[in-house]
């Protein structure tokens, strides 16, 4: 029988390094939903390749091109956010939840509801909800498996392990674009220099992230709520060629290292094909070519994020959502031309401090409306400030 699957973010890099993987073995499948949101023309395409059931685009603004584009094929088409989430509670066994950003919540939430196996790119879900998505996903008798590559490193060498014989876990970071630049120049990045990654082929606000180190703040959080470790058992290495992708260190002082290529198709494909590893078309790594790997302490003066990351997981409550709904704007802000690179960080530290000011928004019990009510609100506090530095 083949399995049934759904791709949310089709369009992505993610979505489309799953695809890759999906099309090498394309009998085994029954697409059931992809979607994506402005990019028709490869939404249409990749669903009339692997006949899926349903094709959703985000924008309702695109429902007749998405029509057009999908005309004389079988494939039904649908628009809007709540098409979305419709999409993923179309039954299914597993579930790649890739849309970037908030957006990805919802359907995420409404996989997991179905009980199938969620493979958790979308890791803004476990910053902003990681409780409720895991909770969630516990009453539904659903699995996550992670996709983002630390976090599929961790949960693969913590297989057949005791989680509380694990002292710490350490998530490398490359650096990003900007890793040996003087830190004076830092204000002065152009989004084009901030838009290419050293090793890592991934979606534009990712990769600025990776710059800026929001990422690993993110992932950072993302270790926390996945693997319910105290924050002070997680570290973060700089390793500027992005091979060994994660570390476990054991109470008898063992370290578990995962190693491999930069690409995203090996945690993608694990995840796909969990509890058994298939053949994966991956680089095999010639480690005597390589010859050194390179491990460092983080600059904090250089990504003031991680900081802010320890201060979101002290704080507790909804401030992970505060944090990525302020982060979102601040890049926001940065693409559009209206702060620097630097000020994406005091953009998103201003809007921590003031929501962490006004009682009864950070410590609101954990429920979908509370995280897109602070949410919306900690958007609104990010272009306030984003407005104070660009007047
Ligand atoms: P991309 O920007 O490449 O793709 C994002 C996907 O989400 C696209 O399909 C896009 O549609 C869709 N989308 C955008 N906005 C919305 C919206 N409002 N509602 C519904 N769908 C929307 O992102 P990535 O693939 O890089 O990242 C996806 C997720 O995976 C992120 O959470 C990211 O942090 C995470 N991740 C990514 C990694 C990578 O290597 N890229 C590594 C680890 C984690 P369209 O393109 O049609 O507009
Ligand atoms: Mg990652």
């Known amino acids: 029988m083949p399995r049934r699957i759904s791709i949310l973010g089709a369009t992505g890099s993610i979505g489309q390094n799953t695809l890759d993987l999906v099309r090498r073995n ?49 494939v039904e088409a649908a628009a809007g956010a709540d098409a979305v989430v419709e999409a993923a509670s179309r039954p299914a066994d597993w579930i790649m939840s890739a849309i970037v950003g908030a957006a990805g919540l919802a359907p995420g ?29 516990h009453t539904h008798g659903a699995t996550i498996l992670p996709v983002d590559s630390e976090h599929s490193a961790i949960f693969q060498a913590l297989v057949g392990e005791d989680i509380t014989a694990v002292e710490r876990i350490i998530i490398t970071a490359s650096g990003g674009a900007f890793r040996d630049w003087p ?5 002065q ?17 990712i990769t600025i992230d990776s710059a800026s180190m929001f990422n690993k703040a993110m992932e950072v959080i993302e270790t926390r709520e996945f693997f319910g470790v105290d924050p002070d058992q997680i570290e973060v290495l700089v390793h500027p060629q992005s091979m060994v992708h994660a570390l476990v260190g054991f109470r008898d002082g063992g370290l578990m290292a995962h190693v491999g290529p930069p690409d995203m198709r090996h945690a993608i494909g694990y995840a796909l094909h969990h509890p058994h590893r298939a053949h994966l078309p991956v680089e095999r790594l010639d480690l005597a070519a390589i010859g050194q790997l390179d491990f460092s302490t983080p600059d904090g003066a250089r990504w003031p994020a991680l900081r802010l990351a320890r201060e979101v997981m002290g704080a507790g409550g909804l401030m992970g959502a505060v944090f990525n709904a302020a982060k979102e704007t601040a890049l926001d802000g940065f693409i559009a031309g209206q702060i620097n690179f630097t000020q994406m960080a005091e953009v998103v530290e201003d809007t921590m401090t003031q929501l962490d000011r006004q009682p009864g928004y950070i410590d609101v019990s954990m429920t979908l409306d509370n995280v897109h009510k602070v949410d919306h609100l900690a958007r609104e506090a990010a272009k306030a400030a984003i407005d104070k530095r660009a007047g």
């Open 109 to 137: 939430f409404a996989a997991l509801a179905q009980g199938c196996t969620l493979a958790l790119a979308n890791k803004e879900s476990l910053v902003c909800a990681g409780q409720l998505l895991l909770e969630t996903a």
């Open 26 to 74: 394309v009998a085994a499948y029954d697409v059931v939903a992809l979607t994506g949101a402005g990019n028709i023309a490869q939404l249409a395409a990749d669903a009339i390749e692997m006949r899926a059931k349903i094709a959703v685009t985000a924008r309702p603004d695109l429902l007749e091109d998405l029509r057009d584009a999908l005309k004389g094929s079988d």
């Open 183 to 187: 830190l004076d120049k830092l204000a």
């Open 189 to 205: 990045a152009t989004l084009d220099q901030a838009s290419s990654h050293p090793n890592w082929d991934m979606g534009q606000r």
